[in-house]
């Protein structure tokens, strides 16, 4: 078999780089491994409208669960700040469908049910993927390798360009979607704790009628495999707030995941290859969230593959356009965002307290989105100068 592009993974990033190099005339395949896109889901399903706007998709209502109008975060004292932002928490098993549709619709052809086990390389490059489909293991030679296949990237690793994940840079995640929760359904709710939820938060992403995705993302240095499930059922035994919220509800699904929050890998393109979404760590180190990342670097990967064909050049140096243009985008903010990410991780309790007392709402805005931190670490310093070692950290 053979293609211009192969794309690894049906989830946001490859259905979207799958849709605009078939858009842009590619002959694309997809192969996934799962037998329904988007199911399970592993994610709490929040994105920004100006993520979906950034992405070029408009917000459709068969996969909008709800909309969002502000975010609301509670430090362990109990603090609370709100944070105005519009955004949605979606129906991933339908918005992740969706997109795949977009794909097919614009010419790519999907697999499902159908495995890569290797990136396939011809002396240096790489020329396609091995897979194992419900018919036996084939080959499928391509022009340019997408690897789009989520946080293992077992084909990024393949190609050499993804290193194995340590414990510390990744938060594991578990997660119920539960009906009867008792929250203001027009916010995301964070709480931070940092001796409940070691290194990461716990989030309530109400999706309308008292349903919500309740869940909780720890640092993996601080947590055994299958802790993240008994800090969540903790949680919602025992945390204050949270108790409170969920004390009618019922879980009727639970999901588990990891992420990973140690910013992107050096290199996201080889001869003949791009890594995009969660196999190139393409997540805000801060939120955990990659959903609008993913689509954005999605769709610039689709385009410069495309771009690549068109010009018969898919060395590594004309596709290290592609890392050019996303770090146009993201760079500055995968800078920030995993500094302060790091020095949030570190703080005690009491550290937190104190933050929350030094930061106002745009403050907190700033550090999520990794914009004008340096006036963020300047104020911490002067209201609150026991944080100033993590202050200093935040403006080298
Ligand atoms: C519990 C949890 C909550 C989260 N909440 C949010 C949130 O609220 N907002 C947000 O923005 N982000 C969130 N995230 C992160 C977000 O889900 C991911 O960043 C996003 O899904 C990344 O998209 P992707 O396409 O790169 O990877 P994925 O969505 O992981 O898709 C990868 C696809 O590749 C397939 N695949 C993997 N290996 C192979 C293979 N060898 N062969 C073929 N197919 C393969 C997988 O089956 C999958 O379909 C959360 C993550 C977790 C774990």
Known sequence: MEFDVVVVGAGPAGSVAAWAAAEAGCDVLVLERKAEVGVPKQCAEGISAHGLEHAGIEPQDEWIATEISRALIYAPNGKEFEVPGDGYVLERRVFDKWLVVRAVEAGAEVKLLARARRALVDDGRVVGVEYEGVDGVHEVRARVTIAADGIESRIGRTAGLVPPLKPTEICTCAQYEMIGVDVEEDATHFFVDAEF??????????????????????????????????????????????????????????????VPVCGPVGRTYGDGILV??????????????????????????????????????TSATFLKQ???????????????????SKILSEMSN????????????????????????VKVAKKVIARKPSLLKYAKHLMK
């Open 197 to 258: 939820f070691p290194g990461g938060y716990f989030w309530i992403f109400p999706k309308g009628e008292g349903r919500a995705n309740v869940g909780v993302g720890i640092r993996g240095s601080e947590s055994e495999p299958g802790d993240a499930l008994k800090v969540l059922n903790r949680a919602l035994e025992d945390h204050e707030l949270i108790s409170e919220a969920v004390a009618e509800a019922v879980p009727v699904e639970v999901n588990v995941g990891g």
């Open 276 to 313: 995009v979404g969660d196999a190139a760590r393409q997540v805000n180190p801060v939120t955990g969230g990659g959903l609008h990342t993913s689509l954005v670097c999605g769709r610039i990967a689709g385009e410069v593959a495309a771009e690549a064909i068109e010009e018969d050049d």
């Open 350 to 373: 009491e550290e937190l307290n104190a933050l929350a007392e030094a930061l106002d709402r745009e403050d907190i805005l700033r550090l999520v989105k990794g914009e004008g931190v």
């Open 322 to 340: 592609y890392q050019d243009q996303w770090k146009e985008e993201f760079g500055r903010m995968f800078k920030y965002t995993l500094k302060a």
